[in-house]
């Protein structure tokens, strides 16, 4: 709770009324395809807040929360590539342009803004989709990170293990605040 409290005071939302949603278990997955090993994570603690008036939007994904199923993979992870003690957050702040689309039925929106990860910011642009069910809203959407983008270096010597494009998978139910 501690954690979804510090994204309102970064990101400015105020939970005034029904327009504003919550999701704090937001699952994000991960998958690298390379020529030895393939990697596959996922991070079911996600926070995001949504707000239905302005489409503004906000993720907060604690790094060390994704899951591998080897253990291995997953302190490498944390200590050579994503060094979360240094990088401890990935975050996005943007909007979903098209939300209003969805109220009647039109699911696909887009997701504009900045995400930040491994502590380098940059624009990015996502196909998506938005449905209600039973009061509450579902959003999802695949995108690819170049792990260069944001400075995720690759020892030479596993050039072969880690592939330079990670596909992102997000789904996230949210509940009026």
Known sequence: ?????????????????????????????????????????????????????????????????????????????????????????????????????ALSGKPEVKAVGLLTIHGQTKQIETEGSLTFVKGKIVMSSIFMIELADYKIKIPRLLWQNIAEKVEVKIVSTYVPI
Do not use: C, R, W
């Open 1 to 101: 709770m501690k954690l979804l409290f510090s994204i309102f005071l970064v990101f400015g939302f105020l939970a005034t009324h029904a327009q504003k949603y919550k999701s704090e278990q937001a699952t994000i997955t991960f998958f690298s395809e390379a020529a030895i090993e393939n990697i596959a994570a996922t991070h079911s603690g996600a926070s995001s807040l949504f707000n239905a008036e302005t489409g503004e939007i906000a993720f907060l994904v604690q790094i060390d929360g994704f899951q591998f199923e080897k253990a291995l993979m997953q302190q490498h992870f944390n200590e050579k590539y994503m060094e979360s003690h240094k990088f401890p957050t990935a975050t996005f702040k943007g909007k979903i342009i098209g939300f209003e689309k």
